[in-house]
C-alpha cells in the first residue's frame, strides 16, 4: 500500500536558518511525489515535484529511492516560506502526508 | 493558470438536510476530478475519484450512498453530502487535472467549509 509519511507536525527555524522538511514513503512501484504548499488562509498549490528537478522558491526535493525519502529543503529560511507542507505521491490518486507547519522566526 | 472554484465556500446547515458542493474548473477541461476532506489539524484525506461520465470511485470507509458524487461535464463535478450531521462538519475540497498539457499537476479548489448544526 502506498504511504506517506511526514513525522514532524511542527517545525519552527530562525530566518536565515537552514530548513529540513522530512518525507518517507512506501511504495512498491516507481514513485512520483510532490510537494504542496498552503500559505495561511490560501488554497493549496503544488510547490514542486521530483520529475522537473526544479527549485522553486528556493526549495529543493531530492528523491532518494534507498531510504524512501523526498526531504524538502531550502538553505536560507525567510518569514514568508512559514506555511503548511504537504508530501504527496501520486499513483491513480494522490495520497498525502499528515503535512508539516513551518513556522520561520525572525 | 489553471483555477478550480467551489462553491460554496462555506456552508452552515442543520442535521438531516443534504448540502451540494460544486468544484468547477474554470479554464481547462477535466475528466478526472477528486474530492478530499480534511479535518481539523490533519490531513488532506481522499474521499473519492469523480469521472465524467462514469460513477464515481470511493475510497475504502466513505460511504457512497452519502457522499453522493456527479461528474456532469468536463468542468464540474458535485458532491452532495446527504442527510448531514454534525460529524459531517468538516473542509472538503476538490481538484482536477488537466486533460491536456500538465496532466501530472493537480489543481485546487479553495475548498468548502460544511458546519452541521
Known amino acids: 500500500a502506498q504511504r506517506v509519511t511526514q513525522p514532524e507536525k511542527l517545525l519552527s527555524v530562525f530566518k536565515g536558518a537552514p530548513v529540513e522538511l522530512k518525507c518517507n514513503y512506501s511504495?512498491?512501484?516507481?514513485?512520483?511525489l510532490f510537494w504542496y504548499v498552503q500559505y495561511s488562509r490560501q488554497r493549496l498549490q503544488l510547490l514542486l515535484r521530483?520529475?522537473s528537478r526544479e527549485s522553486i522558491k528556493g526549495f529543493t526535493a531530492d528523491l532518494n529511492k534507498g531510504e524512501t525519502s523526498f526531504h524538502l529543503k531550502k538553505p536560507f529560511a525567510q518569514e514568508e516560506d512559514s506555511a503548511m507542507y504537504y508530501c504527496?505521491?501520486?499513483?491513480?490518486?494522490?495520497?498525502f502526508g499528515a503535512g508539516t507547519r513551518l513556522t520561520v522566526k525572525p | 493558470g489553471a483555477v478550480v472554484s467551489q462553491h460554496p465556500s462555506r456552508v452552515i446547515c442543520k442535521s438531516g438536510t443534504s448540502v451540494k458542493i460544486e468544484c468547477r474548473s474554470l479554464d481547462f477541461q477535466a475528466t478526472t476530478m477528486f474530492w478530499y476532506r480534511q479535518f481539523p489539524k490533519q490531513s488532506l484525506m481522499l474521499m473519492a475519484t469523480s469521472n465524467e461520465g462514469s460513477k464515481a470511485t470511493y475510497e475504502q470507509g466513505v460511504e457512497k450512498d452519502k457522499f453522493l458524487i456527479n461528474h456532469a461535464s468536463l468542468t464540474l463535478s458535485t458532491l452532495t453530502v446527504t442527510s448531514a450531521h454534525p460529524e459531517d462538519s468538516s473542509f472538503y475540497i476538490c481538484?482536477?487535472?488537466?486533460?491536456?498539457?500538465?496532466?501530472?499537476?493537480?489543481?485546487f479548489g479553495p475548498g468548502t467549509r460544511l458546519t452541521v448544526l
Open positions: 504527496a505521491l501520486k499513483n491513480n490518486d494522490m495520497r
Open positions: 481538484s482536477a487535472s488537466p486533460i491536456s498539457g500538465d496532466r501530472d499537476t493537480q489543481y
Open positions: 521530483h520529475i
Open positions: 511504495y512498491s512501484g516507481s514513485p512520483e
